[in-house]
């Protein structure tokens, strides 16, 4: 499985960008998608996630400015980013978690959990 993540780049503070992720190869299902942001000399953290039923999450700090999307015909997520803060700069990463992959005959492999490459998102004026 590979997870291919695009829509970073720098922005002055107010402005916007929408981030997208494409996972890809033999997955029957993925429980949730979400996104995780690392800045410099900072944890990784969790940012958002949607989840296969209904529902979703987001950190404190990003509530009402970003929203999270999820295509599931086309196991692809998205972070729509309004209103950023220099705060919000930091490499962005995608995460597929719980993927069952399509195995032989009608067996399943996983859950497993698959990262994206980092896209980097800058905020500033």
């Known amino acids: 499985v590979q997870l291919q993540a695009s829509g970073g780049g720098s922005v002055q503070p107010g402005g916007s960008l929408r981030l997208s992720c494409a996972a890809s190869g033999s997955i029957f299902s993925i429980h949730a998608m979400g996104w995780y942001r690392q800045a410099p000399g900072k944890q990784r953290e969790l940012v958002a996630a949607v989840f296969s039923g209904t529902g979703a999450y987001y950190i404190e700090s990003v509530e009402g400015r970003f929203t999270i999307s999820r295509d599931n015909a086309k196991n692809t997520v998205y972070l729509q980013m309004n209103s950023l803060k220099p705060e919000d700069t930091a490499v962005y990463y995608c995460?597929?978690?719980?993927?069952?992959?399509?195995?032989?005959?009608?067996?399943?492999?996983?859950?497993?959990?698959?990262w994206g490459q980092g896209t980097q998102v800058t905020v500033s004026s």
């Open positions: 995460n597929a978690a719980g993927v069952l992959r399509y195995s032989t005959g009608s067996t399943f492999r996983g859950p497993d959990d698959y």
